[in-house]
């Protein structure tokens, strides 16, 4: 994996992730513990900002397709009022089973 292959699948999950969610900043750093790159999702939520999610990118990397899809599935999550997700999170809802139609 190099620079601008990384680069270039950060740059596309964060065009796909924008698509559905403005709450997700995609960045991507070298691995310090060997080849190859972290792709970095951070994002805030009812636990305050620093949430993150991360994927390795190695030489046999080809997309951003799994990682978009962990924001993919909690996209209403990730788009309720942090009010509603401290709610949530309160009753034992997963981010993953959260949906929009919950909130009365």
């Known amino acids: 994996m190099n620079y601008i292959k990384a680069n270039r699948i950060a ?3 964060q065009l796909r992730i924008n698509e559905f969610t403005d ?8 691995d310090p513990d060997g080849p ?4 970095i999702g951070t ?3 009812h636990d305050g900002p620093g949430q993150m999610w991360t ?3 190695d030489r046999y990397s080809t997309d951003c397709d799994l990682f978009v ?10 788009n309720a009022p942090w009010k509603v997700q401290y709610e949530c999170f309160s009753n034992g809802i997963h981010p ?4 929009l139609g919950m909130i009365s």
């Open 11 to 13: 740059c596309e999950a």
């Open 96 to 99: 993953q089973d959260f949906d």
């Open 36 to 39: 190859g790159y972290i792709l």
């Open 69 to 78: 899809s962990y924001f993919k599935r909690r996209k209403d999550w990730l």
């Open 43 to 45: 994002y805030t939520d």
């Open 55 to 57: 994927e390795h990118l």
């Open 23 to 30: 709450r997700v900043n995609v960045t991507f750093i070298k």
